[in-house]
């Protein structure tokens, strides 16, 4: 079957850095999506990674590894404003997107 | 810019009755629009994936007849939830992409909440 695992809730303090993890099993591979989605609200785009590294966009940066079946999502200098949900989201060899079931994220001060 | 729009943003209604949610692409063609629903504290989950002027593709265990979605233009796309109960209630989003086919990043609606009662 195909899977896709991140931690369930992560707890992290203002301007600190935290790392979401997320791990896939699916059958192809043809990218893996980050998305951010606040209590209520629908999903936002963040980052896509397709090939092996590192994608940086400002605070938020995304690191894949095809090999290992692994991504993160790198968030820098937290805002309390970051706290929401973070899903990871892998196409398929159907270009299915498989979700995982999302990180709650909570910022303390 | 892709902006995607949802109408209602919210509806409460009888058992019994059916509810049509509109998906609209604002600012581009969507060549694909797609279906989710998400219950409390879960992940969203895939009912069905639409192509403009075709059927759609509904998921495993999703009701075609129950659920039907219509998708008559490039940029509308509707969800009617026919003969609606409790168990229908749940937060339903819609997405579009822009390229044909399954490729390409979705752009997300702000979603509508519907409450069966």
């Known amino acids: 079957g195909q899977n896709i695992d991140q931690p369930t809730e992560m707890t992290a303090t203002e301007g600190a850095i935290v790392q979401i993890n997320c791990t896939y099993q699916t059958s192809g591979f043809n990218g893996l999506f980050w998305y951010q989605q606040h209590a209520g609200e629908a999903p936002t785009f963040l980052s896509y990674n397709v090939l092996d590294g590192l994608e940086e966009k400002g605070r938020f940066s995304s690191f894949l590894s095809r090999s290992k079946g692994y991504s993160y999502l790198l968030l820098k200098e937290l805002q309390m404003k970051d706290s929401a949900s973070y899903l990871c989201?892998?196409?398929?060899?159907?270009?299915?997107?498989?979700w995982g079931a999302g990180t709650k994220l909570i910022i303390k001060p | 810019g892709a902006v995607v729009s949802q109408h209602p943003s919210w509806v409460i209604c009888k058992s019994g009755t059916s509810v049509k949610i509109e998906c609209r692409s604002l600012d581009f063609q969507a060549t694909t629009m797609f279906w989710y629903r998400q219950f409390p504290k879960q992940s969203l989950m895939l009912m069905a994936t639409?192509?403009?002027?075709?059927?759609?593709?509904?998921e495993q265990g999703v009701e075609k007849d129950k659920f039907l979605i219509n998708h008559a233009s490039l940029t509308l796309s509707t969800l009617t939830v026919t003969s609606a109960h409790p168990e229908d209630s749940s937060f339903y989003i819609c997405s579009a992409s822009k390229l044909a086919g399954e490729s390409g990043e979705q752009f997300f609606g702000p979603g509508t909440r519907l409450t069966v009662l």
């Open positions: 989201a892998v196409k398929d060899s159907n270009y299915q997107l498989i």
């Open positions: 639409s192509n403009e002027g075709s059927k759609a593709t509904y």
